[in-house]
């Protein structure tokens, strides 16, 4: 019995101490983990998404289209097949998100594709809709323009979106959405001038902007004013609000100060001297001239406190109903406004999706600052 003790203490030594038994270890110590910490695997799912989003742009070539589709069946199938437990659901859940985060990415550039101008075309004749007018610190103009043709160029390489500079006086006669002519040197937009450096192309990409240039004459309104479409016609209705909006402000405040107040209000910075952007810089508050949490708090949190402060001065409405709810729904009224004056730029929409779901939350009854909100 002694010697049968021994033999079999020391067969249990060789197992824990083998590669096989610390490996079973470490999977039954991370299961155990993961179920301790299974209320908070939701926290996980933005960071494996963003993971996913990495994992595509850090591919030296295009993946081929069917590449997610096999990633998104292959992580389906694994859920499935490792659903009764929790460890299994762990790590099949995280590799699906990771490449829901991958196919996303891939579906975006899929959508975004446009002709790129491959050569420069130089005074060719642009007729196309005017998307935005923009004016620069430097006294020029820069005009974004939804393309309807280009000389010289077929319909199956024509640029969907241009951008072109120009004078003060380029587009004085003109309002967006309208159908425009002129004459511009185009190029195709600008690769990085240094491994790491700003990629303009690739912005232009998901931009669907297929040439940069300058305008050799002003622009002029088109005889036959075509239909802008839909989506273009309801920023030009939008844009036209703005101007009146920009001017109203540098007329009140102005020089620098106006500049500013607009941009802050209507995201116009292309007045903002160049030396003032830079001061801006060099001080850490760059970050104020670019709408996004800050100025979209200051816009829904006032609008939901007037709101709710002047429902409660009648005690009736304010014991009878739900001023809070409603104070909640002007407040998210008053973000989509601000949201769509100042052009929808990314960190605005971001910034607007955060303060919608805590405005709706409160709607709903539900805690409106969470984890995972």
Do not use: C
């Not at 595509?56 to 659903?83: C, H, N, T, V």
């Not at 920023?235 to 405040?253: E, K, Q, T, Y």
């Not at 008053?334 to 100042?342: M, R, V």
């Amino acid at each position: 019995m002694p010697r049968r003790g021994k033999h079999a203490w020391q067969h249990g030594e060789n197992s824990a101490s083998s590669p096989n038994g610390w490996f079973a270890r470490l999977i039954a110590a991370s299961a155990r983990a993961l179920t301790t910490e299974s209320d908070r695997w939701f926290l996980w799912l933005p960071v494996l998404f963003a993971g996913g989003i990495l994992i595509y742009f850090a591919q030296s070539s295009e993946p081929d289209a069917r590449l997610p589709i096999a990633l998104l069946i292959g992580a389906i199938g694994l859920l499935l097949a490792l659903r009764e437990t929790p460890l299994g659901i762990a790590v099949a859940g995280a590799l699906l998100t990771l490449a829901l985060g991958f196919a996303t990415a891939k579906l975006h550039t899929e959508l975004a594709r446009a002709p790129v101008l491959a050569k420069e075309l130089r005074y060719v004749e642009v007729k196309a809709w005017l998307e935005a007018l923009d004016g620069r610190e430097n006294g020029r103009t820069r005009a974004t323009l939804r393309v309807i043709t280009i000389d010289r160029l077929s319909p199956e390489a024509t640029p969907h979106r241009v951008r072109v500079t120009g004078g003060a006086e380029m587009g004085q006669n003109v309002k967006t959405g309208d159908g425009v002519r002129l004459k511009a040197v185009l190029m195709p937009p600008p690769e990085p001038v240094e491994p790491g450096a700003f990629d303009f192309g690739r912005t232009a990409w998901f931009s669907r902007l297929g040439a940069v240039g300058y305008a050799t004459t002003d622009l002029e309104r088109l005889d036959d004013q075509p239909r802008p479409p839909s989506g273009l016609a309801l920023w030009a209705g939008i844009d036209r609000l703005r101007d009146p909006v920009n001017a109203r402000v540098r007329a009140a405040l102005p020089g620098q100060t106006g500049d500013i107040a607009a941009a802050l209000i209507t995201g116009a910075r292309g007045g903002i001297p160049k030396d003032v952007n830079q001061a801006m810089r060099d001080s850490g508050l760059a970050h104020i001239l670019s709408i996004s949490g800050l100025h979209m708090v200051i816009m829904a949190g006032t609008m939901f406190w007037l709101v709710r402060a002047l429902l409660a001065l009648f005690p009736y409405l304010a014991l009878s109903f739900p001023i809070r709810k409603w104070a909640a729904a002007a407040a998210l009224f008053s973000a989509t406004f601000y949201l769509l004056l100042s052009g929808a730029a990314v960190p605005t929409v971001r910034s607007w999706i955060m303060m919608s779901i805590v405005l709706i939350a409160v709607m709903l009854d539900r805690p409106a600052l969470t984890m995972r909100n």
